[in-house]
């Protein structure tokens, strides 16, 4: 049966998230499930010890254009060419750093050119995930952010392929982010509006453009970074499809692992009760007009948590980017003293159309905190009460119970501990 999401009219996103910010798989897909003779080939890079040493150099010297968190503040905190420039920049610096090291000539062709294509793919992962990154950071616009053309001119969809870059992490990373650009590019940037949709879409772009061991890797990739929140169908399609390509038995092992749960999961149809439901019964309080519940059933309201500061994360089982925040949540929440905690409340509403799933969900999760759920038939008066048009979506509350911050910054953000503390004195 074909799953119905209650709400999957206003989550809007690109179809899957690559912000540099974000935890990686903790599988290494490429050394997992890729071809042992490709394995292989990387391993002989490393075989000499003057590639050893540059490499060790290389890393050091320019550490910080590698590192996941400085980039990615970078690309929030620069404009577009201000970015590209310093990019370009950064580029010719590595790349003059290898051809001018005291070892160049001893150096393999293959060492060479590894080198080469992490500098140059990381520039290209960088410049697409600039757009990508913003455009999820970006909810409430309808189109994704594209970048001038005479920036991206020189990618050719039909000449990306290159088995011999493979091997650098930086165009395996480049390959998600392209995908998801220039897949996004060819329905004139329209954030999709449906996950399943998302995923489907990416399997056939990235079918017709990577050819040889680049798509089932990138297929692999896909699913594990986005299985849990796409509904069944559409991963049963993309798992299909990575079934069809010979030899990829390793990587269709490693998806499927990732994505059992998913596998193992019954469709839903929505249906609309005929019945209220206990918590629709419940006669609000003067001046409240929400009624939520806790996980045991036991109806509260935001009024009761006044004398205290409220962080609000509305978000719902099968929402990727909401789940994607909650290491950050957990982390501003151990951040608090003993004493801080007492004046704080971290306050998570669910949307699940079902309560089954956001029970399961923080079975799962174990997230620190105070735990809601809104009915099925309160949710779009929830919506309209708080100006909610997609999920992740954050508030804060401060002790008089005012809404100070309807729309606060995420718990990855740097400024969001500060925005709590300032209201607890």
């Not at 455009?135 to 970048?147: E, F, I, Q, V």
């Not at 500061?309 to 982390?331: I, L, M, N």
Request: with cysteine; charged share 25%; hydrophobic share 35%.
């Amino acid at each position: 049966m074909k799953l119905l999401w209650s709400f999957s009219w206003y989550f809007l996103l690109i179809g899957g998230l690559f912000a540099q910010n974000l935890p990686k798989d903790s599988i290494d897909i490429f050394k997992e499930g890729a071809p042992s003779s490709l394995v292989q080939q990387y391993q002989d890079l490393w075989q000499s010890s003057s590639h050893q040493e540059f490499w060790q150099e290389f890393q050091q010297k320019f550490a910080s254009d590698f590192d996941p968190q400085k980039q990615y503040q970078l690309t929030f905190s620069q404009n577009i060419d201000t970015r590209e420039i310093e990019l370009f920049k950064v580029r010719n610096q590595q790349m003059a750093f290898l051809k001018s090291h005291s070892n160049f000539s001893k150096f393999s062709d293959a060492f060479k050119h590894y080198v080469e294509n992490t500098i140059r793919w990381q520039y290209w992962y960088q410049l697409l995930n600039y757009a990508v990154s913003r455009s999820n950071a970006d909810p409430k616009n309808l189109k994704m952010a594209s970048l001038p053309n005479v920036m991206v001119e020189a990618l050719d969809p039909k000449k990306i392929a290159n088995e011999e870059a493979f091997l650098s992490t930086s165009y395996r990373d480049f390959l998600m982010v392209f995908v998801t650009y220039f897949n996004s590019r060819q329905r004139g940037f329209e954030k999709y509006t449906n996950l399943g949709a998302a995923m489907n879409d990416k399997a056939a772009f990235a079918k017709k453009y990577l050819s040889g061991p680049l798509l089932p890797y990138y297929l692999c990739r896909l699913l594990r970074e986005n299985c849990t929140n796409t509904p069944k169908d559409a991963v049963i399609n993309t798992l299909d499809e990575l079934k069809r390509i010979p030899q990829t038995e390793r990587y269709l092992q490693l998806a499927t692992e990732k994505c059992q749960e998913t596998l193992n999961r019954k469709e839903e149809i929505a249906a609309t009760p005929t019945t209220p439901t206990k918590e629709s019964t419940l006669a609000p309080k003067k001046g409240e007009d929400i009624v939520f519940q806790t996980i045991d059933g036991k109806p509260f309201y935001l009024s009761d948590f006044k004398g205290k500061v409220v962080y609000v994360d509305f978000w719902a089982s099968w929402c990727g980017p909401c789940r994607k925040e909650f290491p950050y949540s957990k982390a501003l929440h151990e951040k608090l003293t003993e004493k801080q905690q007492k004046k704080v409340v971290f306050l998570y509403i669910s949307i699940d159309q079902s309560p089954a799933a956001w029970k399961q969900a923080l079975q799962t999760l174990q997230l620190p905190g105070e735990h809601g759920h809104v009915s099925v038939n309160l949710n779009t008066q929830l919506l309209r009460k708080y100006a909610i048009d997609s999920i992740p979506r954050y508030m804060i509350i401060d002790k008089k119970g005012n809404v100070v911050l309807p729309d606060a910054p995420r718990p990855s953000f740097p400024d969001t501990l500060s925005e709590i503390l300032k209201l607890i004195d």
